[in-house]
């Protein structure tokens, strides 16, 4: 999430319990940290899953779930013996599709680089919203402030949740919110679909569980938050399709 323009992302200090034989024959002393971790300017918590633990003065956290609370994933090659981070963010400087809603002073987009994927092809689809009235207004808002849905030709639904706090900031006259649809939504998605009951079973058997099965789809995103004590709600959608011999 940005406001005025995108930032990026820093990832801190991971711990990944992994072998190694430079390490199965020592013994590491480790503490644990009673920290919380949050994201951004708003101060966002990550929920990690599991304790932040302190070594040689470093602090390390789990990396998958460190990752997939903002909205990326983690991708484990066990031959290669590589753990590859993905996080979606907007890569095209235009968009092939878009859509507009405007409410009074207040605009919300959604574009997407591309009207067709390919099947082994990550979405490149991002949010903005934009105020560009002339007086401050305060805006209440969770996290994240725009959240996305995707819902198949079968009607299978998969959406973003937001976290359960207030926060309240001024916003000027042309202030931007943006963001990636997250690669959670579209994990949600496959695992919903795929029949699997826990998802060990199912990260084992879709290494990159992100992609689309073939098929045609809507992805919209929601700006539900308060502007000056009152609920302001606003909806867009756009149509895109994954299938083959898409270059």
Do not use: C
């Amino acid at each position: 999430m940005k406001k005025g323009s995108i930032p990026f992302l820093f990832l801190a200090l991971f711990i990944i319990a992994l072998p190694h034989p430079a390490l199965t024959s020592n013994r590491l002393e480790i503490t644990l940290l009673p920290f919380n971790l949050t994201a951004g300017p708003n101060k966002a918590p990550l929920p990690l899953g599991g304790p932040i633990l302190n070594y040689d003065g470093k602090a390390y956290a789990p990396v998958r779930a460190l990752v997939e609370s903002m909205g990326g994933q983690v991708s484990y090659q066990e031959n290669e013996r590589n753990i590859e981070i993905l996080h979606p963010m907007p890569r095209s400087k235009k968009s092939a599709v878009s859509s507009i809603k405007k409410q009074g002073d207040f605009t919300l987009f959604l574009h997407s680089g591309k009207q067709s994927y390919a099947p082994d092809e990550a979405l490149d689809i991002w949010g903005t919203f934009m105020y560009s009235g002339e007086q401050e207004v305060t805006i209440g808002h969770g996290a994240p402030i725009l959240m996305f849905y995707i819902t198949d030709a079968e009607g299978n639904m998969s959406g973003d949740s937001t976290q359960d706090f207030l926060k309240e900031e001024p916003i000027g006259t042309n202030t931007v919110f943006t963001s990636s649809l997250s690669w959670n939504v579209l994990m949600n998605m496959n695992f919903m679909k795929s029949g699997v009951s826990d998802l060990h079973t199912f990260h084992a058997a879709n290494p990159e569980p992100w992609l689309l099965d073939k098929g045609e789809y809507t992805v919209g995103v929601v700006f539900r938050n308060l502007i000056d004590g009152e609920l302001v709600t606003m909806e867009t959608e756009i149509g895109i399709e994954v299938k083959e011999g898409v270059q």
